[in-house]
């Protein structure tokens, strides 16, 4: 069958183009085949013009996962929860949600068993990122900052009895912090004189 083409391609994440290339058919019929495969569950839709097979999906790395929070939302990278579970300095683990920090707006967008969550932060807060394993992803001390930053103004939850301080460099959490406001600073000199830090 010809979604079985689409299974064997070499790419995770296909495009109106790959597929017309894929099945040997022309755009506009590639454009109806996506639609109808969507339809059916043999194709899910990401965004617009971007798509994966349900059998990738399924078997999808945790790194592809990444991937997909960035092409969701650009400009964003994983941050938070997500990527301080990553990295260890955290034991609280949202199962099944990735986490992410954005330019443009805050959103949650559901595919199949996996939440999407975006929080916007503004352009000058919006840094402390590296590319990792092809997907954007916080520095250790930039994904603990806009924990502080988004909890200190009330749109994020977060324990943070869970944190294993002693991963964290405070001198580099205070940096990023400068650059948001006095609630998220105040709220920082709380959490050092609570944790010791």
């Known amino acids: 069958m010809k979604q079985n083409l689409l299974n064997k391609s070499n790419k995770i994440f296909l495009t109106v183009n790959d597929i017309a290339n894929e099945l040997s058919i022309n755009k506009d019929s590639a454009k109806v085949t996506a639609n109808r495969y969507t339809k059916s569950g043999l194709l899910i839709r990401v965004k617009r013009n971007l798509y994966i097979t349900a059998s990738k999906f399924r078997e999808l790395k ?46 949650t967008l559901t595919i199949k068993s996996i939440e999407f969550r975006f929080f916007k932060v503004k352009q000058s807060f919006y840094s402390g ?19 502080v930053y988004l909890t200190a103004i009330g749109k994020y939850s977060f324990d943070f009895e869970a944190v294993n301080f002693r991963k964290l460099k405070s001198d580099q959490i205070d940096s990023y912090l400068i650059k948001t406001n006095s609630l998220a600073i105040k709220f920082w000199n709380k959490l050092c004189k609570h944790y010791k830090i």
């Open 62 to 107: 945790e790194s592809e996962i990444f991937q997909i929070a960035n092409f969701i939302e650009v400009p964003s990278y994983i941050s938070l929860i997500t990527a301080l579970s990553y990295y260890g300095i955290t034991t609280q683990q949202s199962q099944s949600v990735i986490e992410s920090v954005s330019l443009k707006r805050t959103k």
């Open 129 to 147: 990122f590296t590319r990792e394993d092809n997907f954007f992803i916080a520095e250790p001390e930039k994904a603990f900052a806009d924990t």
